[in-house]
């Protein structure tokens, strides 16, 4: 039985997007994710000793979200990845939205009062 | 348990099975790599429930924060940002060498592989054992949720020390809604990392023995995906926990 | 559009039917080759016999529901009881039985077989969800023996974490790892379907039975950890006093129900979508026609998971959420009612101009139809913000989830348990034994929940052990309909229990179905296929199964 996944070149992920070829992140890409990561942290802490009034948890957040950008594309390799895991790892956090979204609708509108 | 599929009598092709050389290749699958490819899926999916798990906790945090907003500042400024943002560093380290085992496996170089899960495994305890003293403190202010709670630390700040704004007895009442949910969120995140210890200790024991380092990385690179999920919770509970009430708005 | 089926119905004789040598049933012997197996299709029938025994439980707690409710007075057992009884049924029967019902024992049977793969992708995974079912089993029926639960099954708080002094513990501990085993179904489910299809087999060639049940993975996927982060909550607030969900230490109680609706209303598209799934094969096979719209079908079961989520809040319309947010809501929830339907017209238009025959599964089907629809409209009905507000809380909702959840999903099971039960023994069940349990089903089940419908209607509430003397003679009806819906159940145990020994050999096909399940021998060998076949052709293609048959009779002349 001849297996059917497809070994050409396919860069674009566009044929089979069930399917990458396994990508090694060299120790030197790793060290320059670990150093960003470090150089984050350390940013926020600062930020957060200024005051910025409501920007101030814009700002953190932010910077959180950077970083785990940061972590998720390199150190769990999802930039290398197939479509498929880029999907999966979308609608994880779309749902999470989901969940918080709809939820505050509630809670915003509660103090509106009646029709 | 797989001996049930080993022991069947059906014949196969032997062709079919030419390219199979490692003996972790499960049976059932056509391929290594749709072998090691459903493996990296399955860990993504259970990924998948632990953003829904911390998810509804991220939510209660969210909504109490904004009712009741000047407890929240009072009682966040209670947690130390030097601890905190340490504890952050330490568990970036300890992911840093965990994405390291992951190369050292991958490039089948067992040394490496074996000092890289020791130092992702002393990061981790590191990272506990702040945490242990942060708990500690919390226990002798009597912020622990409970029974033994005391708020009169919010209610009259200078008695303590504290360049703080009074609150009245109710809404210092609810810094304990505060420290529920930092208890919950961080608690919740240690005991992943407990159980990510638990199963360190295990990867250690099999790469000793060289399971990892002949070209079967799927446990080590599925741990890592786990081990790094951990880290990123965490990157979202320092600043929340720790960093965003430091400069409260004046109502 | 629908031309006149070109197949012509030629069931294939069964006297000269053997069964196989080898297969999955005799390929080991012992208890512990089965408490340890892999194979896909011995735990699916270990679900079988553990989720028969628990929906048998559960029934029992419904007998004696309905037993009370013969008389206007609580003279059978005291509230707390009836409390207790209600609790139990429900928890038992959504929890243990309707969530792994289909999914865990037709699905895990069949799917890799559907789509040509030798087991599951984590035979392991899937072992330990059947001992995580077994150990929320063994909790549940702890909590049982030691007094009960008497939260109802939403686990209401304040009601759950402050005032009942039962076993609510052990009860959320049990349903939190049951949901464990639901996502690890889920998790293999998702992962097979990708990963696992023969050659050939791609996703719009897939029987609708695996479209639908991938959306009920997604849905399993993401919703159940959300109810475990709140069961942890509720947990901690009964045993710590920590106050999420309290009022008095400025919890609030409403954040449990939006976490618990986020999770508990998809739950019910869990529990439906897979008996869409039995529905569209055996409409197909029994019309001998493709499903008319296949692709449509396909969609609506996805667009079915993804709207679930947005619809939660109507569960909440009463209990104090903002105006604004319910009207989002309820137009929401809508919505859902389209993709449903597309489902109920294109199986009606597969029906149009087939060689229709009303084999027992097919008679299940047709119950559903007609159950489901009366059930989802009634949906939109609870879910109009005014009718809501007069319904909720009666019978009329009780009937109306009765309708959806036991007379669609569980006369789906039944149909999917009968229409495979050939492939899963290799023998056929007694055909008019059946259709008369199939009828008498039906006929108990209309007879238990129609009355019910106007006793809500009528403004009876739910969940109360006595009620005024006017409402009798519904409820009188409605446990008649109870014993007649017993029967109705405990004759198809009796009579399978008898076909796996007596019954009559059944062959490959005895149904002349299209899915790869079928071109093999039943009951199956223990990888599935002597070798993986090619999907060569579409799904539901009786064309093609035609000339298959005619290739191979000119090679036996």
Same mark, same amino acid.
């Given at each position: 039985m001849t297996q059917p996944e497809q070994h050409?070149?396919?860069?674009?992920?566009?044929?089979?997007?069930?399917?990458?070829?396994?990508?090694?992140?060299?120790p030197a890409q790793y060290a320059l994710v670990f150093a960003s990561l470090l150089a984050g942290t350390a940013l926020t802490?600062?930020?957060?000793?200024?005051?910025?009034?409501?920007?101030?948890?814009?700002?953190?957040?932010?910077?959180?979200?950077?970083?785990?950008?940061?972590?998720?594309?390199?150190?769990?390799?999802?930039?290398y990845q197939s479509h498929l895991i880029k999907a999966t790892v979308a609608a994880g956090f779309f749902m999470f939205l989901v969940l918080i979204t709809m939820t505050l609708s509630d809670y915003i509108s509660r103090a509106w009062g009646l029709w | 348990?797989?001996?049930?599929?080993?022991?069947?009598?059906?014949?196969?092709?032997?062709?079919?099975?030419?390219?199979?050389?490692?003996?972790?290749?499960?049976?059932?699958?056509?391929?290594?790599?749709?072998?090691?490819?459903?493996?990296?899926?399955?860990?993504?999916?259970?990924?998948?429930?632990?953003?829904?798990?911390?998810?509804?906790?991220?939510?209660?945090?969210l909504l109490y924060r904004n009712w009741y907003y000047d407890a929240f500042v009072a009682a966040s400024n209670q947690l130390s940002v030097p601890l905190g943002a340490a504890n952050t560093a330490i568990l970036i380290s300890s992911g840093f060498f965990m994405a390291l085992a992951v190369w050292a496996s991958e490039v089948r170089k067992k040394a490496m592989l074996v000092v890289f899960l020791i130092l992702t495994i002393l990061f981790g305890v590191a990272f506990l054992g702040i945490k242990a003293v942060e708990y500690h403190e919390k226990y002798e202010k009597h912020h622990i949720p409970g029974a033994s709670f005391d708020a009169s630390q919010f209610i009259n700040p200078s008695a303590y020390g504290l360049n703080e704004k009074p609150l009245p007895p109710d809404m210092a009442q609810k810094t304990q809604m505060f420290f529920f949910l930092y208890f919950a969120m961080t608690g919740m995140h240690a005991l992943h990392m407990v159980i990510g210890l638990g199963l360190l200790f295990w990867l250690l024991a099999r790469a000793q023995k060289g399971d990892f380092t002949s070209g079967y990385v799927a446990p080590i690179e599925n741990f890592g995906l786990y081990w790094h999920f951990v880290d990123i919770v965490w990157l979202f509970l320092f600043p929340l926990l720790y960093l965003i009430n430091r400069h409260p708005l004046a109502h | 559009m629908s031309a006149p089926s070109p197949t012509i119905l030629k069931l294939p004789d069964q006297s000269t039917a053997t069964l196989p040598k080898k297969n999955f049933i005799n390929a080991e012997h012992g208890l512990l080759s089965w408490l340890l197996t892999g194979d896909h299709k011995r735990i699916a029938i270990l679900y079988l016999i553990s989720i028969t025994f628990f929906f048998f439980i559960g029934g029992a707690f419904a007998g004696l529901i309905r037993l009370e409710l013969l008389t206007p007075q609580g003279d059978l057992v005291s509230s707390d009881t009836y409390n207790k009884l209600f609790t139990m049924h429900g928890i038992i029967m959504v929890f243990l039985f309707l969530v792994p019902s289909v999914p865990a024992t037709l699905g895990n049977f069949l799917i890799p077989m559907m789509i040509?793969?030798?087991?599951?992708?984590?035979?392991?995974i899937n072992l330990l969800s059947w001992y995580l079912y077994i150990a929320a089993g063994t909790l549940m029926l702890t909590a049982m023996a030691l007094g009960g639960v008497d939260t109802g099954w939403t686990f209401t708080t304040p009601l759950s974490t402050h005032y009942l002094n039962t076993h609510v513990l052990t009860t959320a501990v049990a349903v939190f790892i049951a949901g464990f085993s639901s996502i690890f179904t889920g998790l293999n489910f998702i992962v097979t379907i990708h990963r696992m299809r023969c050659p050939g087999m791609t996703w719009f060639r897939m029987p609708l039975f695996v479209w639908a049940h991938y959306a009920a993975s997604i849905l399993m996927v993401l919703g159940t950890p959300v109810l475990a982060i709140t069961l942890v909550l509720v947990?901690?607030?009964?045993?710590?006093?920590?106050?999420?969900?309290?009022?008095s230490k400025g919890g609030d109680p409403l954040l449990f129900q939006h976490l618990f609706w986020f999770y508990s209303h998809p739950a019910v598209y869990i529990m439906i979508l897979p008996g869409m799934a039995v529905i569209s094969e055996v409409v197909s096979t029994f019309s001998r026609k493709r499903v008319f719209g296949y692709t449509a079908v396909a969609f609506s079961s996805v667009a079915i998971a993804l709207f679930g989520f947005f619809v939660w809040e109507h569960h909440m319309f009463i209990m104090g959420v903002s105006n604004y947010s319910a009207l989002v809501f309820s137009l929401l929830t809508m919505l859902v009612a389209v993709p449903s339907a597309i489902k109920i017209f294109n199986w009606c238009f597969t029906l149009q101009q087939g060689s229709i025959t009303f084999e027992t599964p097919m008679l299940y089907a047709f119950g559903f139809m007609g159950l489901f629809t009366i059930g989802g409209l009634t949906g939109v009905f609870l879910g109009s913000l005014g009718m809501d507000i007069q319904l909720t809380e009666t019978y009329f909702i009780v009937a109306h989830f009765h309708f959806v959840m036991v007379g669609g999903m569980l006369m789906a099971f039944l149909s999917g348990i009968h229409f495979w039960w050939p492939k899963m023994t290799g023998r056929m069940y007694p055909e008019s034994l059946s259709k008369l349990a199939a009828v008498v089903t039906f006929i108990g089940?209309? +007879?238990?929940?129609?009355?019910?419908?106007?006793? @809500?209607?009528?403004?009876?509430?739910?969940?109360?052990? *006595?009620?005024?003397? #006017?409402?009798?003679?519904?409820?009188?009806?409605?446990?008649?309909?109870?014993?007649?819906?017993?029967?109705?159940?405990?004759?198809?145990? +009796?009579?399978?229990?008898?076909?796996?020994?007596? @019954?009559?050999?059944?062959?490959?096909?005895?149904?002349? *179905?299209?899915?790869? #399940?079928w071109q093999t021998q039943s009951p199956p060998l223990t990888e599935n296929f002597t070798e993986i076949p090619i999907m060569d052709h579409e799904a539901y293609d009786y064309e093609w199964l035609e000339h298959k048959t005619q290739h191979e009779v000119t090679h036996v002349g």
């Open positions: 050409f070149h396919d860069p674009s992920n566009i044929t089979n997007p069930e399917h990458a070829s396994h990508h090694i992140v060299t802490v600062v930020a957060a000793n200024i005051d910025l009034g409501v920007f101030n948890p814009i700002i953190a957040l932010g910077i959180a979200s950077t970083k785990m950008v940061i972590v998720i594309l390199f150190f769990m390799h999802v930039k | 348990m797989d001996s049930a599929i080993a022991n069947t009598q059906v014949d196969h092709d032997t062709a079919e099975h030419e390219h199979v050389v490692l003996p972790q290749h499960r049976h059932h699958f056509a391929t290594e790599e749709q072998q090691r490819e459903a493996g990296s899926f399955g860990m993504w999916l259970f990924l998948l429930t632990e953003i829904m798990f911390f998810g509804g906790l991220f939510f209660a945090y | 040509g793969a030798r087991d599951l992708a984590f035979p392991k947990a901690l607030e009964r045993v710590f006093g920590i106050g999420v969900f309290d009022p089940f209309n +007879l238990t929940f129609m009355p019910q419908f106007i006793l @809500g209607y009528l403004g009876m509430p739910r969940r109360y052990h *006595a009620y005024p003397q #006017e409402f009798q003679v519904l409820n009188v009806l409605s446990t008649a309909g109870a014993t007649v819906l017993g029967v109705g159940y405990l004759l198809p145990v +009796l009579y399978l229990a008898w076909s796996l020994k007596y @019954g009559a050999i059944a062959g490959d096909n005895p149904w002349q *179905a299209t899915g790869l #399940e």
